[in-house]
């Protein structure tokens, strides 16, 4: 059995009766908690994907980028002959779904509308270079500033 020695300080030591005096157990500390870093983002589309059924395809989400991907198109042979279409290889490469279509492929990209294509080209850009999908704005009427996610929603939705 431990007994705590008292002095004026307050408990000094722990004083086992067989092994006499003994220094205070270090306190225990938990090990901070694991940093979870967001690897994909949803989105919805300004228009969507129309496929050959008709269907439109609004919602999908993107991963963030590797440096595979970002090597792998320079030997496509579609971006050596058009080095316009490095973004459309890179994007089949990180849309990981759109609507119910789980196989992005490059030419899915290739039909999207021109905003839906403007619109993953940027949120491509923030969520590797700048890590998510928030934008800071000010309104135009009460000068108040605010943040708005980016990636999704009708116009005038955050």
Do not use: W
């Not at 300080?9 to 004083?15: A, I, K, N, Q, S």
């Not at 119910?100 to 021109?114: D, G, H, S, Y």
């Not at 839906?116 to 850009?125: E, G, M």
């Amino acid at each position: 059995m431990r007994r705590r020695g008292v002095s004026a300080g307050g408990l000094d030591t722990l004083v086992d009766p067989v092994d006499g005096p003994q220094e205070p157990a270090a306190p225990v500390v938990a090990p901070p908690a694991p940093v979870r870093l967001q690897t994909e983002f949803t989105f919805q589309l300004p228009r969507g994907y129309v496929d050959e059924d008709g269907t439109v395809h609004r919602h999908g989400s993107m991963r963030l980028a590797t440096a595979r991907d970002e090597l792998a198109p320079l030997v496509d042979l579609r971006v050596k002959q058009n080095p316009a279409y490095l973004s459309i290889v890179l994007l089949s490469l990180v849309v990981t779904r759109l609507g119910t279509i789980t196989q992005v492929r490059a030419e899915v990209v290739e039909r999207l509308f021109a905003s839906d294509l403007a619109f993953l080209q940027d949120l491509y850009r923030r969520i590797n270079a700048e890590g998510h999908t928030l934008a800071e704005v000010t309104c135009p009427s009460c000068e108040s500033v605010f943040e708005v996610d980016l990636a999704g929603g009708r116009p005038g939705e955050s």
